[in-house]
């Protein structure tokens, strides 16, 4: 059964940084790309940042470039986005998910397995 867990959100005021941690399991991490997704309620989801643990290809949203850092441990099974100069505007439930790398990118449609979310609060 494939599982990821998400973990690291919070409240933190504007300026400020979060890292976000997610943790995979029940599939063959170098098979997948994991991408950061987030969405508040009444929106679409929006793909945050995606990296491909075959090749190492990454994809940045247009909200994260600049500001946001994806990163990958593959001995942990554990992909990591560094948020800094949080936003207010970044409020939001940040989900992981995973897909076959072939169809890596930042559209979650593609996307077959998802984390239960984490709550990233910004205050202003």
């Known amino acids: 059964e494939v599982q990821l867990v998400e973990s690291g959100g919070g409240l933190v005021q504007a300026g400020g940084s979060l890292r976000l941690s997610c943790a995979a399991s029940?599939?063959?991490?170098?098979?997948?790309?994991i991408g950061w997704f987030r969405q508040a309620p009444g929106k679409e989801r929006e793909g945050v940042s995606c990296?491909?643990?075959?090749?190492?290809?990454?994809w940045y949203g247009e909200s994260a470039k600049g500001r946001f850092t994806i990163s990958s441990d593959n001995a942990k099974n554990t992909v990591y986005l560094q948020m800094n100069s949080l936003k207010p505007e970044d409020t939001d439930v940040y989900y992981c998910?995973?897909?076959?790398?072939?169809?890596?990118?930042?559209?979650?449609?593609?996307?077959?397995?998802w984390g239960q979310g984490t709550q990233v609060t910004v205050s202003s």
């Open positions: 029940g599939l063959t991490f170098d098979d997948y790309a």
């Open positions: 998910a995973a897909v076959h790398w072939v169809v890596a990118g930042l559209d979650p449609n593609d996307y077959n397995y």
């Open positions: 990296t491909s643990n075959n090749d190492g290809s990454i």
